[in-house]
């Protein structure tokens, strides 16, 4: 069964730094999505992507972040300058209509 | 706004009890409704889903009934087993709008032999 991949599977990063989280959606997929899980709370919306641009964003995704399908199979998230707060489980998600599909996320660990 | 509220848990049930894990929505309109699972260490995967009222969502022994009267969507399966040990999240996706989903909390569910 096809599966989203994401990588990598865990990403420590210094306070102010750039990271950029990678996704490859299911194939045939047309909607693209982040969302992120900080240990012990819920799974908080990010971002939905269609079409190559935003079509929703959560209060969280601020200036610092922004979202890329730089080619036909990749989805990419970016954090420019990432805090401590930032630190938390990030799932990249696709769907052709609904349900969504999810990886396995990315450990994000800001020091 | 539309919310999901969860069971809070952990759970901790003997292999082959009885699993009823509770969640309730709000939402206007008519949502679809989910049930995903998080084995540890692993990603979301769904379990099982409603698209519209009395609907009933069933996969690997696990039932939920989307209720409207009483805005529910209770995970239930009458045996579990020691592998079923996961966190179970309820989710909803409005039917107009956007194609966010909105999760509940989560529920950490440990099964002992």
């Known amino acids: 069964e096809p599966e989203v991949t994401q990588t990598p599977s865990h990403q420590v990063t210094q306070m102010g730094q750039e990271v950029i989280l990678r996704c490859v959606p299911i194939s045939n997929h047309l909607y693209f999505y982040w969302y992120r899980q900080i240990l012990g709370q819920k799974v908080e919306f990010l971002v939905s992507?269609?079409?190559?641009?935003?079509?929703?964003k959560s209060e969280i995704f601020d200036d610092q972040f922004s979202v890329e399908r730089p080619d036909g199979s990749n989805f990419t998230l970016k954090i420019r300058s990432t805090k401590l707060e930032d630190s938390a489980m990030y799932f990249c998600a696709s769907s052709l209509t609904k349900p969504q599909h999810f990886g396995d996320g990315t450990r994000l660990s800001i020091l | 706004g539309d919310s999901v509220t969860q069971m809070e848990g952990p759970v901790t049930l003997s292999e082959e009890a009885f699993l009823t894990i509770n969640c309730t929505y709000t939402?206007?309109?008519?949502?679809?409704l989910f049930w995903y699972v998080q084995y540890p260490g692993e990603g979301l995967q769904l379990l099982l889903k409603a698209t519209k009222a009395d609907d009933k969502g069933s996969n690997k022994g696990f039932e939920a009934t989307y209720r409207k009267e009483t805005t529910s969507f209770h995970l239930e399966k009458g045996s579990v087993q020691v592998s079923d040990s996961a966190v179970y999240f309820c989710?909803?996706?409005?039917?107009?709008?956007?194609?966010?989903?909105?999760f509940g909390t989560g529920t950490s569910l440990t099964v002992i032999p």
């Open positions: 989710a909803l996706s409005p039917l107009e709008g956007g194609n966010q989903f909105y």
């Open positions: 992507f269609y079409n190559n641009e935003i079509s929703e």
């Open positions: 939402a206007t309109g008519y949502p679809s």
